[in-house]
């Protein structure tokens, strides 16, 4: 899969964990509040640059910084995180 940010969430630091908050200008409209924890904040950082990144290169980001040893695992891991996210408007997925 390929995973490019919507860029309409803000990030938040919030007792060692991360808050993902989406950005609405009416308060009322806001639908979700997500917290993930250290390896769900690096696949959203792997998206920071606002440009489309794989699941394999996400995957590997992932399997550096956190000594991993299954890419398969840590694929599988970021096409459920980010397919969640997906889910609540935070992300755009395509087919590669």
Same mark, same amino acid.
């Given at each position: ?17 991360? #808050?993902?908050? #989406? ?25 920071? *640059? ?8 996400? #995957? ?6 956190? *000594? #991993? ?28």
């Amino acid at each position: 899969m390929i995973y490019k940010s919507n860029n309409n969430y803000i990030l938040e630091d919030v007792m060692g964990d991360t #808050a993902i908050i #989406a950005v609405e200008q009416d308060i009322a409209k806001m639908k979700s509040m997500v917290a993930t924890n250290s390896s769900g904040r690096a696949m959203i950082d792997c998206l920071a *640059d606002g440009q489309e990144h794989a699941t394999t290169d996400i #995957a590997s980001k992932i399997m550096e910084e956190f *000594d #991993a040893e299954s890419l398969d695992q840590v694929k599988l891991d970021v096409d459920t995180f980010l397919g969640q996210l997906v889910e609540y408007g935070y992300v755009t997925r395509r087919s590669e």
